[in-house]
Each structure stands twice: as structure tokens, then as C-alpha cells.
């Protein structure tokens, strides 16, 4: 059987600041949004730019380290796969949404830690978990 490829690189701004939370049974998760801008010039000569922005999800210790580190306005390097949620609305309406799940992140504003505490954060586990979605867990 053939493998697949589900790779996403970003370079590009936060919307907004992150968003904490944590599941049922306790994992932290955080959320953004960051802006990614492209320029191009027309056939006319003119300048062009188009904005995509992408809603981005961390796990664990990287969530806690967003969550400290990161702000409205941050630079930042996000390397990860696409993964779409469906869910029903109150309404009974079926509701998507994809989202970069963030398997790698580096902070481009220059941060300087001046503990060990950012280390502590991140734990390998919480990279290599093939379903972010422990048994149970609900946002």
C-alpha cells in the first residue's frame, strides 16, 4: 500500500493570542490563529498580496509553552499535519473545521528564556502521539 504525506510548514504572525484549555481529562491544548501574507506583481506591474490564515493546535507541554511565550503579533515557525474536526451544532447542524496541528514550533521574536522552565514544558511524548484525541477527550 502506497503512504501518504501530510506535512504542513508555516511561516507567519498570531491573530490573536493563545487560547488555553484543557480536555476532560486534563491535557492542556492551545489554539491561534497565525497569518501567513504572499506578494506578487501582476501582468499589469502591480503589486499583489494575498493573507491565508490558519487556526493552529498544540498539545501538552508545547500548548503551556504557547500559551507563555506567544502573543498577538508573534513571529513564529509551525510545522505540522492538517487534520479536519466534525461536529454537530446545537442546531443539529454538521459543522468542519481544519486545523494545523503543531508538531514543531520556533519562537522568531528572539525570546530569551532565563530558566530551565521552558525545557521542563515540553515533553517528546506529546510530539509523538499519533491521535491527539486521547480516548474520552473532548474540547
Given at each position: 500500500?502506497a503512504r501518504?504525506l501530510n ?10 493570542d493563545?487560547e488555553?484549555?484543557?480536555?476532560a481529562?486534563?491535557?492542556p ?5 497565525v497569518?501567513?501574507?504572499?506578494g506578487w ?14 487556526q ?11 500559551k507563555?511565550r506567544?502573543h498577538?503579533?508573534?513571529?513564529v515557525?509551525?510545522e505540522?499535519r492538517l487534520?479536519?474536526?466534525c461536529?454537530e451544532?446545537p442546531?443539529g447542524?454538521?459543522?468542519y473545521?481544519?486545523e494545523?496541528?503543531?508538531q514543531e514550533?520556533?519562537?522568531?521574536d528572539?525570546y530569551?528564556?532565563?530558566s530551565e ?6 515533553d517528546?511524548?506529546?510530539?509523538n502521539n499519533?491521535n491527539?484525541?486521547?480516548q474520552?477527550?473532548?474540547?
Amino acid at each position: 500500500m502506497a503512504r501518504g504525506l501530510n506535512k504542513v510548514m508555516i511561516i507567519g504572525y498570531l491573530g490573536r493570542d493563545p487560547e488555553m484549555r484543557f480536555t476532560a481529562s486534563g491535557r492542556p491544548v492551545a489554539s491561534f490563529s497565525v497569518a501567513t501574507t504572499r506578494g506578487w506583481t501582476n501582468s499589469a506591474g502591480e503589486r499583489q498580496e494575498e493573507t491565508e490564515w490558519f487556526q493552529v493546535v498544540t498539545w501538552g507541554g508545547l500548548a503551556e509553552l504557547c500559551k507563555k511565550r506567544l502573543h498577538k503579533g508573534s513571529q513564529v515557525y509551525v510545522e505540522g499535519r492538517l487534520q479536519t474536526r466534525c461536529w454537530e451544532g446545537p442546531d443539529g447542524e454538521r459543522h468542519y473545521r481544519t486545523e494545523l496541528v503543531a508538531q514543531e514550533l520556533i519562537f522568531l521574536d528572539g525570546y530569551e528564556s532565563t530558566s530551565e522552565e521552558d525545557v521542563d514544558l515540553f515533553d517528546d511524548d506529546d510530539m509523538n502521539n499519533p491521535n491527539d484525541f486521547d480516548q474520552g477527550d473532548r474540547l
